[in-house]
T-cell receptor
Framework: GQQVMQIPQYQHVQEGEDFTTYCNSS?????IQWYKQRPGGHPVFLIQ?????EVKKQKRLTFQFGEAKKNSSLHITATQTTDVGTYFC?????????????FGTGTLLAVQP | DAGVIQSPRHEVTEMGQEVTLRCKPI?????LFWYRQTMMRGLELLIY????????DSGMPEDRFSAKMPNASFSTLKIQPSEPRDSAVYFC??????????????FGAGSRLTVL
């Protein structure tokens, strides 16, 4: 099946430490979305990036789209226990089906108080 | 709006039985997606519909799986006969077309299926 790699697969941090997850594609992307899934929950949309080199912030979360539009990252500053969950990227391949959304492999974040 | 509604939330069945999962998308959304989530395979797209018409079913595992959308407010995912390897959480999601690649998915709470 189709999969987009995210690294790392799992990260365990102490509360207050920073966290970053990366989403890498071998092909150029038209845009990329990020979703968060809390344990036992369902994926919830966080943000969409469209432009090359775009950076967006949501409080302690910083999202970045690579200059070549082939990769993206999500950085959380000073993690809190409420950040626990799995973070998925959902890239759209340039020239691909515009409304077909494939999810990355996800990064599971555990935060120890 | 109540969001995307899925039923049942949990289902335990025996191998060989037929399973039907149901989804009611958000009113006005013209796209509906079925995903399956397992530890091993992550979040896989099974099939998606646009205006009740199946657009891409390349993710459907095999002939035991079928999906229908008889109208804009209802879709089913059927597994017949079910096997233990079908055990997973099945999510339904819907969206409206906002223009090129701009649609955001709203997920239901999921149906957790266990096949014994």
């Amino acid at each position: 099946g189709q999969q987009v790699m995210q690294i790392p697969q799992y990260q365990h941090v102490q509360e207050g430490e920073d966290f970053t997850t990366y989403c890498n594609s071998s092909t150029t992307l038209s845009n990329i979305q990020w979703y968060k899934q809390r344990p036992g929950g369902h994926p919830v949309f966080l943000i969409q990036l469209v432009k090359s080199g775009e950076v967006k912030k949501q409080k302690r979360l910083t999202f970045q789209f690579g200059e070549a539009k082939k990769n993206s990252s999500l950085h959380i500053t000073a993690t809190q226990t409420t950040d626990v969950g799995t973070y998925f990227c959902a890239p759209r391949i340039y020239g691909g089906a515009t409304n077909k959304l494939i999810f990355g492999t996800g990064t599971l974040l555990a935060v120890q108080p | 709006d109540a969001g995307v509604i899925q039923s049942p939330r949990h289902e335990v069945t025996e191998m060989g039985q037929e399973v039907t999962l149901r989804c009611k998308p958000i009113s006005g959304h013209d796209y509906l997606f079925w995903y399956r989530q397992t530890m091993m395979r992550g979040l896989e797209l099974l099939i998606y519909f646009n205006n009740n018409v199946p657009i891409d079913d390349s993710g459907m595992p095999e002939d035991r799986f079928s999906a229908k959308m008889p109208n804009a407010s209802f879709s089913t995912l059927k597994i017949q006969p079910s096997e233990p390897r079908d055990s997973a959480v099945y999510f339904c999601a819907s969206t409206e077309d906002r223009g090129y690649g701009a649609n955001v998915l709203t997920f239901g709470a999921g149906s957790r299926l266990t096949v014994l």
